[in-house]
Every structure is written in structure tokens, then in C-alpha cells.
């Protein structure tokens, strides 16, 4: 099995530095692959001085765009993605090897523990996407936004369109690889303490880790998160018509709800046709395999 190794870097020259030697040791026939997202840094320098590949962004794009840009690079059967922070132990690539072994797709790194730098918002917020995609998919989710896994690079390549520019690939291709039916597998990773600064804020990307969560039922099933939507809204416009009702004695619609029930038959029509459209979707991408 051929092996390529992605690694999105903006600003990374420290954990480069550490990780490069170490991946090199370890794999000297993979593909290496650092994916330099307009880093202003000496990023480039170390890479050059490792001997490894590189994919020059002329400016930040994001950590998605540079993910795409080395999995269109890759030449490997399959393609492991990790940070280039220092947090991603190239030890733990053989797990993932292992695991991949056993027939799976993909192969997430499981992170066991909230790390040191991870806010409490962060890691809450980490844990609802977990439980949510869990519900989704009937299985236990260990880390949906993980960005150490293992792919196999033809099916990935046939989601590269879905997959956002920002910070949230992981999910995507994640729930889009539940949702062709591949197998996706866990295994649990610890996670050290990122070298240099963080390139995500909070309050930034706050309303942006909001939209996943809708983003997380759209990619898999969207009648799923509409159905009961759609029945909490009927099911309030028909409270409210025996509530308003017994107060008055009249029994007839009111406007609000009226207003209501037919609310809850627009947002189940609007999930329906959403499923029909996924269902397309994903019809093409299994075209192109």
C-alpha cells in the first residue's frame, strides 16, 4: 500500500521542525506532503530543508483549501492528514495503518482526553457535535472533528466538492463517508501541546461552529432533523387551537395557529425535498468511482 502524508501548515515552522524528522525516520517510502497555506514564516524553509514536497498557497486559503490542495497532490493509495502544530505524534500513524488493515475507509484519531489548550467552550462544543453525529448515524461517534485520520484517496477525492475551505472538513468528510456507507473507524490518540499560535478564535469562529451542527444533518440525513421540526411547530399550533379554544369556547382556528401547523408542513416539505436533493448528491459522487 502506497502511503502519502498531507499536513496543512500556516505558520508552522515549529512543529515542522519537530514533526518532519520524526515522520521521515518513521516512513522514509511515504509521500510527504506540506501543504504551505501563505505562511509568513519560515515554514517553507524547513520544509525545503527536509527534502519534502511541498504546495504553495500564494495566500491563506484555509486549512479545508489546503487539505484539498494535497489531496489533489497525493499519490498514495491512501492519505494520512495531520496538523502541523507539533499536536500529531507520527507515532500514532500506525494505528491508524492497523486499523485501516482490518477493512475500514477512513480512520479517525480519537482524542481520549480534553488537552491543555482546549477551552471549556471548545471541548463542550466538541462533545455536542459528537453526540449530535452519533444520533445521526446510529453509531457511536469517539471525535467528529478530529484532523488526524486516514483516508482512502479515490473516495475521498469524490467528496473533494462538499468540503468547506474553513476549519470544518473533518466533519464533512466524516458524515459524507457515513453517509455513502464506508466504513469509518476510531482509535484513540492523546494529543500534545500545539507549538505556536492558534489559528482559531472563539468569538471568530463561534457562529461558525453553530452552522455545523445544522451542516452535521444536512450532509447526512436532512429529514431526520426537519421531521421533528416540523412536528414540535404542528404540535405547538395544535396546543394552541384547544388551548385558545377551551378559553373561548368557540371552537375555530385561530390565527396563530393556523400560522403554526401550516409552518410545521412548510419546514417538512423543506426537508423533504433537501433529502431528495442529498440523495442526488451523493448519487453522483458514487458515479465517479
Same mark, same amino acid.
Not at 521542525?17 to 501543504?35: F, G, H, M, Q, S
Not at 486549512?63 to 493509495?77: E, F, L, P, Q, V
Given at each position: 500500500?502506497?502511503?502519502?502524508?498531507?499536513?496543512?501548515?500556516?505558520?508552522?515552522?515549529?512543529?515542522?521542525?519537530?514533526?518532519?524528522?520524526?515522520?521521515?525516520?518513521? %516512513?522514509? #517510502?511515504?509521500?510527504?506532503?506540506?501543504?504551505?497555506?501563505?505562511?509568513?514564516?519560515?515554514? =517553507?524553509?524547513?520544509?525545503?530543508?527536509? =527534502?519534502?514536497?511541498?504546495?504553495?498557497?500564494?495566500?491563506?486559503?484555509?486549512?479545508?483549501?489546503?487539505?484539498?490542495?494535497?489531496?489533489?497532490?497525493?499519490?498514495?493509495? %491512501?492519505?494520512?492528514?495531520?496538523?502541523?502544530?507539533?499536536?500529531?505524534?507520527?507515532?500514532?500513524?500506525?494505528?491508524?495503518?492497523?486499523?485501516?488493515?482490518?477493512?475500514?475507509?477512513?480512520?479517525?484519531?480519537?482524542?481520549?482526553?480534553?488537552?491543555?489548550?482546549?477551552?471549556?467552550?471548545?471541548?463542550? !462544543?466538541?462533545?455536542?457535535?459528537?453526540?449530535?453525529?452519533?444520533?445521526?448515524?446510529?453509531?457511536?461517534?469517539?471525535?467528529?472533528?478530529?484532523?488526524?485520520?486516514?483516508?482512502?484517496?479515490?473516495?475521498?477525492?469524490?467528496?473533494?466538492?462538499?468540503?468547506?475551505?474553513?476549519?470544518?472538513?473533518?466533519?464533512?468528510?466524516? $458524515?459524507?463517508? *457515513?453517509? !455513502?456507507?464506508?466504513?469509518? =473507524?476510531?482509535?484513540?490518540?492523546?494529543?500534545?501541546?500545539?507549538?505556536?499560535?492558534?489559528?482559531?478564535?472563539?468569538?471568530?469562529? =463561534?457562529?461558525? *461552529?453553530?452552522?455545523?451542527?445544522?451542516?452535521?444533518?444536512?450532509?447526512?440525513?436532512?429529514?431526520?432533523? %426537519?421531521?421533528?421540526?416540523?412536528?414540535?411547530?404542528?404540535?405547538?399550533?395544535?396546543?394552541? %387551537?384547544?388551548?385558545?379554544?377551551? !378559553?373561548?369556547?368557540?371552537?375555530?382556528?385561530?390565527?396563530?395557529?393556523?400560522?403554526?401547523?401550516?409552518?410545521? $408542513?412548510?419546514?417538512?416539505?423543506?426537508?423533504?425535498?433537501?433529502?431528495?436533493?442529498?440523495?442526488?448528491?451523493?448519487?453522483?459522487?458514487? #458515479? #465517479?468511482?
Amino acid at each position: 500500500m502506497k502511503l502519502s502524508i498531507v499536513i496543512p501548515a500556516k505558520d508552522e515552522e515549529q512543529g515542522l521542525a519537530l514533526t518532519l524528522p520524526r515522520l521521515l525516520d518513521a %516512513y522514509p #517510502e511515504a509521500e510527504i506532503i506540506v501543504v504551505n497555506d501563505g505562511s509568513s514564516d519560515g515554514t =517553507g524553509e524547513v520544509c525545503r530543508q527536509h =527534502g519534502v514536497k511541498t504546495v504553495d498557497h500564494p495566500y491563506s486559503k484555509g486549512n479545508g483549501a489546503a487539505i484539498k490542495s494535497g489531496a489533489r497532490c497525493a499519490t498514495g493509495d %491512501y492519505i494520512v492528514f495531520m496538523d502541523g502544530d507539533g499536536q500529531h505524534s507520527p507515532a500514532d500513524v500506525e494505528k491508524l495503518l492497523y486499523k485501516v488493515a482490518e477493512g475500514y475507509d477512513m480512520v479517525v484519531g480519537a482524542r481520549t482526553s480534553r488537552d491543555d489548550q482546549a477551552s471549556l467552550a471548545r471541548w463542550s !462544543a466538541n462533545s455536542l457535535y459528537n453526540w449530535l453525529a452519533s444520533w445521526m448515524v446510529n453509531r457511536k461517534i469517539d471525535d467528529l472533528t478530529s484532523g488526524f485520520r486516514i483516508v482512502n484517496r479515490r473516495k475521498f477525492l469524490s467528496f473533494l466538492y462538499l468540503l468547506p475551505n474553513g476549519f470544518s472538513y473533518p466533519t464533512t468528510s466524516t $458524515m459524507a463517508f *457515513f453517509r !455513502a456507507g464506508y466504513s469509518v =473507524g476510531f482509535v484513540p490518540i492523546v494529543v500534545a501541546k500545539r507549538l505556536g499560535k492558534s489559528h482559531i478564535s472563539v468569538l471568530r469562529d =463561534g457562529v461558525r *461552529f453553530f452552522l455545523i451542527i445544522f451542516k452535521i444533518g444536512t450532509l447526512y440525513s436532512p429529514l431526520k432533523v %426537519y421531521f421533528p421540526m416540523a412536528v414540535l411547530v404542528s404540535g405547538l399550533g395544535i396546543a394552541n %387551537y384547544i388551548v385558545a379554544n377551551i !378559553a373561548s369556547g368557540a371552537w375555530r382556528f385561530t390565527n396563530m395557529s393556523t400560522l403554526l401547523i401550516l409552518s410545521g $408542513m412548510i419546514i417538512f416539505l423543506i426537508g423533504l425535498l433537501a433529502e431528495q436533493l442529498t440523495n442526488l448528491q451523493y448519487k453522483d459522487s458514487e #458515479e #465517479e468511482l
